[in-house]
C-alpha cells in the first residue's frame, strides 16, 4: 500500500503532521473561545526575543565586577536576580551555583526538560534529549569531554539534577584576562553552555591581553 | 512510576547531538504548540504535575520517537479531552461540535507580560515541620509508585546527606492526581557518586537531587 493510497482514504484519525495537528487544534481552541490568537503571538514573542540566556549572561557579567552582588546571588538568588528584573514562570524559585578552579557544577533533568527561563529562556533541544539526561548523572566528566572540557581528575564534578520546582544558574569562572573588560563586554562574553556547566567561559583571541 | 522518562544513569540512549546557533524553535508549529500549552494552562483544569504525568504516560516506544514538542501536543490533547475542555470528536474534526458553547479566553495578550513576570511559585508559606536537617544522613525510599513522582530510580534505597532545606513546597506525587498539595519540606540531598554508581565513579563527584520529605527515611 503506498503512502498516497494512505493519505487519500484517511485510515488515520488524526492529521499524522504535526503542523496539521496544532493547526486544527489551534483553530478548535479559538474558535471555542479557549485560547486567544493574540496572547499565543505574544507568549511566542516573549521567549523568541525577550527571554534567553543574554538575561543570565548579564548577572553573570555583574556578578563578577561587583563582589557584594555575588553574594547576595549565592545566598539568596531568586532575590538578586530579581534587582535586574529577572524571575518569575520557571524561575520562580531559584539558586546559583558558583564554579571555581576546584569545583565544577553542571545542571540536568532527568525526569523531563527543567530549567530556568527567566535567565535562560527555553532549553535547546540536546539539554532535553534522552543521552544528556541519561548520562549527566552517570557520566559528567565524559559527557563535558564531548562538549569540550576535559576536567582534571582533581577538580569536585557537583551534577544538581533538577527533580522539584528550584531552578539552578551556573556562575562560570571569570577568565583569566579579562580584567580590562567592562561589564558589558564581560557580558558578550559568557555563553548558554557555560551557565548550565558544559562549558568555561573563554576569552576570544583578539582580546586576550598580555 | 518506572516509566522511560526516568533515565538518569541509563546507557546506551544514542550519542549527544548539538546544534551551533540553535533557534527557539525549529518550526512554526512548535513555536504554535508551546504557546497553546502555555495559554490552555491558563484554563485552570489542570497542574504542572498533572501535566508531566500525561507525558509520562506516552507509551515508552513513542516517547523515544516522538520530538519534545510532539509530547508537548500529546500531553495538551490529553489534557483537554480528559479535563471535558473538548471531546475526542472534536479534537478529530477541528471543528466544534454544535452543542458546543464559546467561552471567553482566560489569557489575552496584555496578560502575558505581567504573567510572565510572576510566574506561579510551587513554594507555599504554611508552617510545616521539617523531619530532616542540614548535615543529616538519610536514605532514598525504596518506593516504585505506579503514579506521578520526582523520585528518579537511580537514587531509591541510596544514602545521602542533607546539604540544606529549601523550604515547604507542594508535593507533585499527590497535586498530579487532584488529590491535594499536601505540602512539605523540600531538600537537597547530596549523594556521592560513588554510593550511586560503585567503583567507576570518580571519589571526589556527587550527585545533588532535590527531594521532598516523603521520599525520605531516616538513618
Redesign the interface.
Known amino acids: 500500500m503506498s503512502n498516497k493510497h494512505d493519505h487519500e482514504h484517511g485510515h488515520q484519525?488524526?492529521p499524522s503532521d504535526?503542523?496539521l495537528?496544532?493547526?486544527?487544534?489551534?483553530?478548535?481552541?479559538v474558535?471555542?473561545?479557549?485560547?486567544?490568537p493574540?496572547?499565543?503571538?505574544?507568549?511566542?514573542d516573549?521567549?523568541?526575543n525577550k527571554?534567553?540566556p543574554r538575561n543570565g549572561a548579564r548577572v553573570v557579567a555583574k556578578a563578577w565586577i561587583d563582589p557584594e552582588y555575588k553574594q547576595r546571588l549565592l545566598t539568596n538568588a531568586s532575590a538578586a536576580l530579581a534587582e535586574l528584573g529577572y524571575?518569575?514562570?520557571?524561575?520562580?524559585?531559584m539558586l546559583v551555583l558558583e564554579n571555581t578552579p576546584k569545583v565544577h557544577n553542571l545542571v540536568?533533568c532527568?525526569?523531563?526538560?527543567c530549567y530556568p527561563w527567566?535567565v535562560l529562556?527555553?532549553p535547546?533541544?540536546?539539554y532535553?534529549?534522552?543521552?544528556?539526561?541519561?548520562?549527566?548523572?552517570?557520566d559528567?566528566?565524559g559527557?563535558l569531554r564531548?562538549?569540550g572540557l576535559d576536567l582534571a581528575?582533581?577538580?569536585?564534578?557537583?551534577?544538581?539534577?533538577?527533580?522539584?520546582?528550584?531552578r539552578y544558574l551556573v556562575l562560570p569562572e571569570r577568565p583569566v584576562g579579562s580584567e580590562g573588560l567592562n561589564e558589558d563586554e564581560l557580558s558578550a562574553l559568557v555563553t548558554r553552555n557555560a551557565m548550565i556547566g558544559v562549558a568555561k567561559v573563554a576569552l576570544p583571541k583578539h582580546s586576550e591581553r598580555a | 512510576m518506572n516509566g522511560i522518562h526516568d533515565m538518569g544513569g541509563m546507557q546506551g540512549l544514542g550519542s549527544l547531538e548539538y546544534e551551533e546557533d540553535e533557534p527557539v524553535f525549529h518550526a512554526r508549529w512548535e513555536a504554535r504548540a508551546f504557546a497553546i500549552s502555555l495559554a490552555a494552562g491558563a484554563l485552570r483544569k489542570w497542574n504542572i504535575d498533572a501535566g508531566r504525568h500525561q507525558i509520562e504516560l506516552i507509551p515508552a516506544a513513542d516517547y523515544l520517537r516522538m520530538s519534545y514538542y510532539e509530547k508537548w501536543m500529546e500531553r495538551l490533547i490529553r489534557l483537554l479531552v480528559k479535563s471535558g475542555v473538548v471531546t475526542p470528536a472534536e479534537v478529530e474534526s477541528g471543528k466544534p461540535d454544535s452543542t458546543s458553547t464559546k467561552s471567553t479566553p482566560p489569557l489575552t495578550a496584555d496578560m502575558v507580560a505581567p504573567g510572565t513576570a510572576r510566574g506561579g511559585s510551587a513554594r507555599r508559606n504554611v508552617q510545616v515541620a521539617p523531619r530532616f536537617r542540614a548535615g543529616q544522613q538519610v536514605r532514598a525510599r525504596n518506593v516504585h509508585p505506579s503514579g506521578h513522582t520526582r523520585l528518579p530510580r537511580y537514587a531509591r534505597g541510596k544514602t545521602g546527606t542533607i546539604q540544606r532545606d529549601h523550604g515547604v513546597f507542594v508535593f507533585p506525587d499527590t497535586n498530579a492526581q487532584f488529590l491535594g498539595e499536601a505540602p512539605q519540606h523540600v531538600y537537597s540531598v547530596r549523594f556521592e557518586a560513588r554510593d550511586l554508581w560503585g567503583e567507576q565513579a570518580s571519589p571526589r563527584d556527587s550527585v545533588f537531587i532535590d527531594m521532598w520529605d516523603n521520599y525520605l527515611e531516616p538513618i
Open positions: 484519525a488524526l504535526p503542523a495537528r496544532v493547526k486544527a487544534l489551534e483553530s478548535l481552541l474558535e471555542k473561545g479557549l485560547v486567544d493574540a496572547a499565543l503571538d505574544a507568549l511566542i516573549t521567549y523568541e527571554v534567553g524571575g518569575g514562570r520557571q524561575g520562580e524559585d540536568v532527568t525526569l523531563c526538560s527567566p529562556g527555553l535547546p533541544v540536546w532535553k534529549s534522552a543521552p544528556y539526561r541519561s548520562r549527566a548523572v552517570i559528567p566528566r559527557v564531548e562538549f581528575e582533581d577538580v569536585e564534578v557537583r551534577v544538581w539534577d533538577s527533580t522539584a520546582e528550584l
